[in-house]
């Protein structure tokens, strides 16, 4: 009697250490369940941070790309104009007569500063036309032939700052072979603007003889 009430207490016991193992092994398989399902409050704000910082940064990348961007083509469209408007006059003066009558230009003379005025230029062109070239109001303008009017040659999304023609042996008198000096200083119109200088010399092609 006494051996089947101790086999009875073992076997109440083994199923209750079976029973308690089967509840932890149910309550981690639950945990486990749990885990996987989602993401807790501070997961989701560590991630949300993360994808913050990394979109402020690509945005702040795109805008600085943006800006760079345009301010290259600003330098790129103010150097191209720049450059055909030196390219332009140089050429001409390059080309420039002799005014042996005195009807333009002082006689004898191949180039001259009018009023003394080193912003202005005026000589005969190889079409011998008289021929100026000026800044007004922040432009880089010309008048040739019979025309009453100043065109301008920069775009006038540009500010000329400074427009010099500097003369040299502008006369036959000197003995000196005519040359010109333009000193240019240009910029863009922005908040930041685009500054450019630039400063070149032309010989005249003709032979400066005396007649």
Do not use: W
Not at 52 to 57: C, G
Not at 78 to 86: G, R
Not at 188 to 195: N, W
């Amino acid at each position: 009697m006494r051996i089947y009430k101790s086999n009875a207490n073992l076997r109440i016991a083994n199923n209750g250490i079976r029973l308690g193992a089967f509840r932890i092994a149910e309550a981690r398989r639950a945990k486990a369940r749990f885990s996987h399902a989602g993401f807790t409050l501070i997961e989701l704000l560590i991630s949300m941070t993360i994808f913050s910082i990394v979109m402020i940064s690509a945005i702040g990348l795109f805008d600085a790309g943006i800006k760079n961007q345009r301010k290259a083509l600003a330098l790129q469209t103010l150097s191209d104009n720049t450059s055909y408007t030196i390219e332009y006059m140089s050429r001409t003066i390059r080309m420039a007569k002799k005014d042996l009558t005195g009807i333009y230009i002082m006689a004898g003379c191949n180039f001259e500063n009018p009023g003394g005025n080193l912003s202005k230029i005026r000589f005969l062109n190889y079409h011998k036309e008289l021929q100026e070239f000026i800044l007004e109001n922040g432009q880089i303008k010309e008048k040739k032939g019979s025309e009453t009017v100043f065109t301008p040659l920069t775009s006038d999304n540009f500010q000329v700052n400074k427009l010099f023609f500097k003369l040299f042996g502008k006369c036959q008198t000197d003995e000196l072979q005519p040359k010109v000096t333009i000193v240019i200083e240009i910029q863009t119109k922005e908040a930041k603007p685009q500054i450019l200088k630039l400063e070149t010399t032309i010989s005249q092609r003709d032979l400066d003889v005396k007649y």
